[in-house]
């Protein structure tokens, strides 16, 4: 019997969404156990309208489900990276595609040194803010989440900047629970971080951030538990030495690639989304990360955490390579004291 999960359930409260005009939720999605399901249902549920924001598009199955939707009528828009960080071309065969089935294409604004967004808004009911890109490697071996969210405030403003950002116009933020890089999200993180009383659990496929690195190192030596998963091996880092000195715990987990961008705080509220915890993330790039307190997605992200952390050690070597990791997702600081390929 196959250990992944039916997600007709999904499918069904989808549909439900999409048609319902009071139903407020948010709804988690974990990777890569779910596979391509919920965003191929997703997809095809639409009735009129599909927006995606997307950094890496390189999923032949993904790419074929946008260009059906066209073809079945449904208006179709792709605001995309068009020069990924070190993979240059990496998304030209993707939006050759989409241009040749007359899907509408857009670059992202010179403002940002890369839109590195990962959401869908459809129908103007939900959204689904990702912490992945569209590519193999995500539904292979990638831990990934995404959060399905209909709170009409939070989807009017992220269709706004949408439409700004396509516009390569400037667009004012200003939702409590939407974190946007470049425009607030240093402030809003450092201040997430600090209303934790006991807690905090991070996914992090990097910190290169001194600001975040410093606030964490103040919160450990405050008394504030803190457990780190990640791939990175971050040992040769003197701020991460200082963090663990601090008592910060970090977990190199082999049995995941962590891409996760999440921080937990006592257990109680999470903020997941594209947003790395680096400088160029935070100040450079058009990222979008959501706050959420939903039991439901609480209980499922610690027990995903807790799950991911039995299988973790504390910094032994990690072999990266081999990974099918295409598209690079973290872009580096300027002086980085390790090199890493994002994505």
């Keep these: 019997m196959s250990s992944r999960p039916s997600y007709r359930h999904f499918f069904r409260f989808l549909l439900f969404l999409l048609i319902s005009e009071t139903a407020f939720a948010d709804t988690l999605i974990v990777e890569p156990d779910a596979g391509r399901a919920p965003i191929l249902a997703a997809l095809q549920q639409a009735q009129t309208d599909i927006d995606l924001a997307i950094y890496g598009l390189t999923d032949p199955q993904c790419i074929h489900a946008l260009i059906d939707e066209k073809n079945n009528g449904k208006n179709v828009r792709v605001l995309i990276e068009s020069k990924p960080y ?3 071309t990496e998304n030209a065969p993707a939006m050759k595609r989409l241009q040749a089935a007359h899907i509408d294409v857009q670059s992202p604004d010179p403002l ?4 590195h967004q990962k959401t869908f808004l459809i129908d103007h009911h939900l959204a689904i ?8 490697a995500t539904f292979k071996k990638e831990r990934n989440f995404a959060l399905v969210i209909t709170d009409p405030e939070e989807l009017q403003e992220i269709e706004r900047v949408y439409a700004s950002d396509w516009a390569h116009q400037k ?3 200003h939702h ?11 402030d809003k993180i450092v201040r997430f971080l600090r209303s934790a009383k006991q807690d905090i659990k991070i996914y992090a496929q990097s910190i290169m951030d001194t600001p975040l690195l410093d606030t964490l190192t103040k919160l450990a030596n405050s008394g ?3 457990d780190i998963i990640s791939s990175t091996d971050f040992s040769h880092d ?6 663990q000195k601090a008592g910060a715990i970090i977990h190199l987990n082999h049995h995941y690639i962590i891409h996760a961008k999440v921080i937990m705080i006592d257990g109680e509220k999470a903020m997941l989304g594209s947003t790395n915890l680096t400088r160029p993330s935070i100040e450079e790039n058009r990222e979008l990360s959501v706050i959420t307190s939903d039991p439901f997605v ?11 952390l039995q299988e973790s050690g504390i910094h032994p070597d990690l072999d990266m390579s081999g990974t099918g990791h295409h598209i690079n997702d973290v872009t580096p600081n300027k002086n980085p004291v390790f090199s890493l390929s994002p994505s």
């Excluded at 940002?112 to 839109?115: A, G, T, V, Y």
């Excluded at 803010?129 to 193999?136: D, G, P």
Aim: net charge positive.
């Design 112 to 115: 940002f040194r890369l839109i």
């Design 171 to 173: 667009v004012t933020v």
């Design 176 to 186: 409590p629970y939407l974190i946007w890089s470049p425009d607030n999200s240093r």
């Design 86 to 88: 070190k993979n240059e």
């Design 224 to 226: 504030i538990k803190i």
């Design 129 to 136: 803010i990702m912490t992945f890109n569209l590519t193999k």
């Design 238 to 243: 003197k701020r991460i030495t200082r963090l």
């Design 298 to 308: 609480m209980n499922s992200l610690l027990n995903t955490f807790q799950k991911d």
